[in-house]
């Protein structure tokens, strides 16, 4: 299953980057990718563990970015 989400203040590309390496890490992610330009995260993974993942994902923004937001 793939979904996009809107990002709200993401501040630089640099965040962006990391955000996206540390999901890419996440077990049950095939692809993800967090764009600087567009504000948006797309999440790509299996079906049975989409939302533990998502759950996950939010956790790993949040580390890297405490203000950037996930807009489910």
Do not use: H, W
Request: neutral net charge; aromatic residues 4%.
């Amino acid at each position: 299953m793939k979904k996009t989400y809107a990002l709200r203040d993401l501040d630089c590309a640099n965040c962006a980057a990391k955000m996206e390496a540390a999901i890419k890490k996440i077990d049950g992610v095939k692809d993800a990718t967090v764009s600087f330009m567009t504000q948006k995260l797309t999440i790509d993974a299996d079906d049975a563990v989409f939302d533990a993942v998502l759950k996950k994902a939010v956790k790993a923004i949040s580390k890297v970015e405490p203000d950037c937001e996930v807009i489910l």
